[in-house]
């Protein structure tokens, strides 16, 4: 089966539905492809009693706010899935599930996007496919010999399994804290950090993240290092469990370990500690393996980019990886504007005009 569209959008999480949205709005024929059984995207894989940083009304994709959840003033996980499937069924976006995308080719003057349930040809393409599919862990000597757990953010769901164990949890940005907070009052926690955490201050949530992360992309773009202090997304939100846990002191950070035993860990001045279980929140790698035959890769895996338009390929865009494709575009606050560029340069380009 090979069907024929102006656009196809690869990826129905927030990012996707938000240029979905564009899109609708500047009549242009477009599918999303998304991978996922149903809406929601990587929100429908999250631990348990992850909470949003911001409330509802500052957590929004364009032309829809989210609206709040009772009882809560940061909506939990459940509610954000419930707020993206009705936003993809309020405007119609035409999503086909479950579809995953083997590869994007060239052919001629279309882009072939090849997949596990047929061919679609388009005059454009806009990869949103996040980084939830591709969780990073470290190369850490040793790490093979351990005989305990091992898991990464994307598996972890809630301290039940964990109760009365040794747990060590790696990583210092919001996961690296929150599942910490999560696990402290259930599990022998042993928290490692690269660096010492580094906590915004207690009121600052999301409502401030976006206009921090625009401001820092203002200044590395005008070539300035020094960015006044802004905050970095890397920071540790304080969200009301975060911070529960920090005063009570129950969230004290040891340096990152130099190597694993078959036991636990161990530091370069011959500290050990025993574990039952590591916990991995140490990112994320883009997810980009599909767009692998256009050979578009650069410094650190990146795709080059002009805003969210490929160097190299003008029918291209990426959208909602992090600040390399727009400031704070991994969010959901911050992706509406940078999808509303590349659905306009989306646009332009198939009406003829430059891009």
């Not at 650190?300 to 390929?313: F, K, L, M, N, S």
């Amino acid at each position: 089966m090979t069907q024929a569209v102006d656009v196809v959008v690869i990826g129905g999480g927030q990012s996707g539905l938000a240029a979905g949205y564009h899109l609708r709005r500047l009549g242009l024929d477009f599918v999303v492809l998304d991978a996922g059984a149903a809406p929601g995207g990587a929100w429908r894989h999250t631990w348990d009693s992850l909470h949003l940083f911001s409330p509802a009304a500052y957590s929004s994709l364009p032309g829809r706010l989210m609206p709040p959840q009772p009882g809560e003033t940061y909506p939990d996980a459940a509610h954000v899935v419930a707020y993206l499937t009705e936003y993809e069924q309020r405007y119609e976006l035409p999503a086909v599930r479950p579809v995953r995308v083997t590869g994007v080719h060239r052919d001629g003057e279309l882009l072939r996007v090849e997949t596990d349930s047929g061919t679609w040809r388009a005059r454009a393409v806009v990869s949103a496919t996040g980084t939830w599919s591709r969780p990073f862990v470290p190369a850490i000597p040793g790490r093979a010999d351990f005989r305990g757990a091992q898991l990464h953010t994307v598996a972890y769901e809630n301290p039940a399994a964990f109760a009365g164990q040794q747990v060590i949890v790696v990583g210092g940005g919001n996961s690296g804290a929150q599942i910490p907070a999560d696990l402290a009052h259930a599990a022998h926690l042993t928290w490692v950090t690269l660096r010492e955490p580094r906590y915004l201050a207690d009121d600052i949530d999301g409502r401030a993240l976006f206009d921090h992360a625009t401001a820092r992309r203002r200044a590395l773009d005008e070539g300035r290092t020094d960015t006044g202090g802004v905050a970095s997304l890397g920071d540790i939100v304080a969200v009301p469990p975060v911070r529960a846990a920090r005063d009570a002191g129950l969230l004290k950070a040891q340096p990152m370990f130099d190597r694993m035993t078959a036991a636990g860990v161990a530091w370069v001045d011959g500290t050990t500690a025993e574990a039952d279980a590591v916990i991995w929140c140490t990112g994320f790698r883009p997810a980009l393996s599909h767009l692998a035959p256009l050979g578009l890769r650069g410094a650190r895996g990146r795709i080059p980019t002009t805003g969210t338009q490929a160097v190299d390929e003008p029918r291209l865009h990426l959208l909602g990886y992090g600040d390399w494709t727009g400031p704070a575009s991994a969010t959901l606050i911050g992706v509406g504007r940078p999808a509303r560029e590349a659905a306009r340069a989306i646009a332009s380009l198939l009406a003829g005009g430059s891009s």
